[in-house]
């Protein structure tokens, strides 16, 4: 999760604004064409690059949903340090949530359906190259809450984050089913919402009995 990132050079923040290019007018040809239809040329003319160029940041189309699998790495890795690591566990896994869709509501439809049939099928191989961020912070954030007593014990973390990334795979395929409404519903975290509060230990306060005077 949390990293040391250097300063760019100035070579390197020049790769960095072609890759941003490339990503932009991927995302363009993509609702333009679908992913299926645009090809290398498409993208290279587009972005005024020369084939070779390309190939420099991505050897095939298909390493760019690859390089989408890492994007979404750095933002929720990103999040868990600067925020989520420091909250209480209910609060930041709703705010996980909420993030996550923040930033779903903001793909291309048609690249989030073509990452998620190369997720299925590359999901061994892109886990091996890189763990996915998703599942390693909602189990970090269940051990937390678990370890800290904040919440209601009797699931290992393993349980508990194992049915909350179904619920938030679960969610990513309707987006996809639903070409892009699903998440659109203003009230579509609410249930998710009560089962996380469910599980959140809540502070109780003793009363004491005033004395009385021996009779």
């Not at 100035?10 to 007018?25: F, G, P």
């Not at 886990?127 to 996915?132: D, R, Y």
């Not at 937390?144 to 904040?150: F, I």
């Not at 089913?177 to 998440?183: E, F, N, V």
């Given at each position: ?5 250097r ?39 587009e972005?005024?690059i ?30 868990y ?41 590359h ?6 190259k890189?763990?996915?961020?998703t ?10 809450g ?10 290992s ?37 009560q ?21």
């Amino acid at each position: 999760m949390e990293r040391n990132i250097r300063p760019l050079n100035k070579k390197q923040i020049r790769s960095q604004a072609t890759l941003e290019t490339l990503r932009t007018v991927v995302d363009k040809l993509v609702e333009e064409l679908g992913f299926e239809k645009m090809h290398i040329r498409d993208i290279c003319r587009e972005a005024g690059i020369t084939p070779g160029t390309f190939y420099h940041y991505f050897p095939s189309k298909d390493d760019i949903l690859f390089d989408r699998y890492l994007r979404v790495n750095i933002f929720l890795n990103k999040l868990y340090d600067e925020k989520l690591k420091k909250m209480h566990a209910i609060d930041a896994l709703k705010l996980f949530f909420k993030e996550f869709i923040k930033w779903e509501k903001k793909r291309v439809i048609g690249v989030l359906i073509s990452f998620q049939r190369a997720r299925i099928l590359h999901y061994s191989e892109w886990a091996e190259k890189e763990k996915p961020a998703t599942n390693e912070i909602i189990t970090a954030l269940f051990t937390a809450g678990l370890e800290k007593g904040t919440i209601k014990p009797g699931l290992s973390p393993r349980q508990l984050s194992g049915f909350f990334v179904c619920l938030f795979e679960g969610m990513i395929i309707n987006q996809c089913y639903s070409r892009g409404q699903s998440l659109k519903h203003p009230d579509f975290l609410e249930p998710a919402n009560q089962w996380l509060e469910s599980l959140r230990v809540r502070k109780t306060t003793t009363l004491r009995t005033p004395r009385t005077g021996v009779q």
